[in-house]
């Protein structure tokens, strides 16, 4: 089980708006430490999404947006489009035991 | 453009140690910007942090690996490299190495385009 907790699967027609979310602890986002979001593409590596919450490195639409309020962060994606089917991590940093960088479990977006 | 490319064999056999490299262009591991890791993902799965390197040769290991893990450096070649040992099916995963975490923070920015390892007799 992940240590930070996302939906396996989420859904929506081209042009509409989803999210996802992304629950945590105390021990990572509780504690203060960001959250970053990659999008993998079937057959591909992981890209950089979001970073530090809500930041977009360069080349990433501006569609793509993130938050980060207590324990849950949310990726949000308005105008939907068919290129953006793909899988979804969240990613912090967790402070219990010895410390450790960690991902959530993923969510599969599907575009209807 | 930063750029990581891994290396190494595609098939180890169980208990044996699993050695691959992450050769990096368009940046030097010889800087105190950016630590390097090694991330990897079961077939099928969610990704799993496996360990990072600094310029210096500081290693941090994720606990739940941490016995069978290491991660050294060739700033002569610009790369960096992974060891585990004792490899069982479980280990069988694409392996990224990847940039990050920076100095004073916690994300990845740049990913190589990852290689499958099996283990398997």
């Known amino acids: 089980q992940s240590v930070l907790t996302q939906p396996p699967s989420v859904s929506g027609a081209p042009g509409q708006r989803v999210t996802i979310s992304c629950t945590g602890r105390?021990?990572?986002?509780?504690?203060?430490?960001?959250v970053h979001w990659y999008q993998q593409l079937p057959g591909t590596a992981p890209k950089l999404l979001i970073y530090r919450n809500t930041n977009r490195p360069s080349g990433v639409p501006d569609r793509f947006s993130g938050s980060k309020s207590g324990t849950s962060a949310t990726l949000a994606i308005t105008g939907l489009q068919a290129e953006d089917e793909a899988d979804y991590y969240c990613q912090s940093y967790d402070n219990s035991l010895s410390g450790c960088w960690v991902f959530g479990g993923g969510t599969k977006l599907t575009v209807l | 453009q930063v750029q990581l490319l891994e290396s190494g064999p595609g098939l180890v056999k169980p208990s044996q140690t699993l050695s691959l490299t992450c050769t990096v262009s368009?940046?030097?591991?010889?800087?105190?910007?950016?630590?390097w890791s090694w991330i990897r993902q079961p077939p099928g799965k969610g990704l799993e942090w496996i360990g990072y390197i600094y310029y210096s040769g500081t290693t941090y290991y994720n606990p739940s690996l941490k016995s069978r893990v290491t991660i050294s450096l060739d700033t002569s070649k610009n790369q960096f490299s992974l060891s585990l040992s004792s490899v069982t099916a479980a280990d069988t995963a694409v392996y990224y190495c990847a940039r990050g975490p920076p100095n004073g923070g916690t994300n990845f920015d740049y990913w190589g385009q990852g290689t499958l390892v099996t283990v398997s007799s």
């Open positions: 368009g940046d030097s591991i010889n800087s105190d910007h950016y630590y």
């Open positions: 105390s021990s990572n986002f509780g504690a203060g430490y960001d």
